[in-house]
């Protein structure tokens, strides 16, 4: 019974060592939006989706808009499986009127292991992240899905297994930040960058793929359409419009938008594309002062023009209430986050 009793101890003890080295040397990825101090405990909107929406949606420009409150719900070049249990997730904990799903993410099918473990780091360990493991697969240099996976999980379930040289990091300084350095400045789930970005190559809006290059997803995959299915009954089941779109992107090619438009129709749901000419023409993006990287990511000047455009188009086609003039801790809270918003962007 002693012996029994020391092994109990000795393993706690290992555990909680473990999990002391697991937080000490885990990159510091999350850049989710703050959501204690009930500013959004009913949030009218949540975005979904990749780095195109933590990048390009401002939910405090909206804010200034619109009266609307919402955060971001994103992860770099996270495919639908992620963007589906990020979503499970959040339900446990508030249920928006409506979530945006930004369908960059369909360029995907499992992703790719280094992108993905920058998400599921992000994620309390629980039976859902457990069952997202277990169904991940990873995606070949032609964004098909493998015929054989040839990494291991283990990472996912122990960042330690992975990041376990990083004490050297501890000497420069640069522990925490590895990976997310130059995401300091975030606002509800948005990354505020300004960086200017000047594309030396004309890149085309909605280009084809000849046009474009590279080897990309031309058409949403059966994995896409299964996971749009569980993210569209999950909406269903908590009683949550789902609206699809996709900001503006000089990545985003003419046979993905068709058949995005396609989908949408055959499953009688909304969408609408930011770079379509007639919706390019309203936003007035500068390809000289908007963008932040090569890789069709906004700088704070270019976020903000998307976002007064989904702003618009809230006010037109969602039934949300202007929360502006109420007088009330929401108020309060949400004006002054727009005012460090407007102090960071200023300085």
Not at 206 to 222: M, R
Request: with cysteine; aromatic share 14%.
């Amino acid at each position: 019974m002693r012996k029994f009793a020391r092994a109990v101890c000795f393993g706690l003890i290992l555990a909680l060592l473990l999990a002391l080295a697991n937080k000490i040397l885990m990159p510091d990825t999350d850049f989710s939006a703050d959501t204690k101090g009930g500013v959004v405990d009913e949030p009218d909107y949540i975005m979904l989706g990749t780095s195109n929406v933590f990048y390009n949606v401002n939910p405090l420009v909206i804010w200034d808009e619109t009266g609307y409150t919402g955060y971001n719900v994103s992860s770099e070049q996270a495919p639908l499986i992620i963007s589906y249990y990020e979503l499970k997730n959040e339900l446990k904990h508030r249920v928006p009127k409506t979530v945006f799903l930004d369908c960059g993410a369909f360029e995907y099918n499992y992703g790719t292991p280094s992108f993905n473990q920058l998400s599921l780091d992000k994620m309390p360990l629980n039976l859902d992240k457990i069952k997202l493991i277990s169904e991940l697969g990873e995606d070949d240099e032609n964004n098909q899905i493998k015929e054989k996976n040839e990494y291991s999980k283990i990472n996912y379930y122990i960042p330690l297994y992975k990041f376990h040289e990083r004490w050297k990091d501890i000497l420069d300084g640069t522990l925490k930040s590895r990976y997310h350095d130059k995401y300091e400045h975030t606002f509800m789930g948005y990354v505020a960058e300004k960086s200017v970005f000047v594309y030396e190559k004309q890149y085309n809006w909605l280009p084809t793929l000849k046009e474009f290059g590279g080897t990309y997803l031309t058409e949403v995959s059966d994995l896409g359409r299964l996971y749009l299915s569980k993210i569209r009954a999950l909406c269903e089941e908590y009683g949550i419009e789902l609206i699809l779109f996709k900001t503006p992107s000089k990545g985003w090619i003419k046979e993905m938008h068709e058949s995005v438009t396609a989908l949408a129709k055959e499953e009688g749901l909304a969408f609408f594309d930011m770079n379509e000419e007639s919706v390019l023409e309203k936003i007035k993006i500068d390809e000289t002062k908007d963008f932040a990287d090569s890789s069709s990511h906004f700088n704070i000047y270019g976020a903000e023009k998307v976002s007064k455009y989904l702003a618009a188009y809230m006010k037109q086609n969602c039934s949300f209430t202007d929360k502006r003039g109420q007088k009330n801790p929401i108020e309060t809270a949400w004006d002054q986050m727009y005012q460090e918003y407007l102090t960071y962007k200023e300085n």
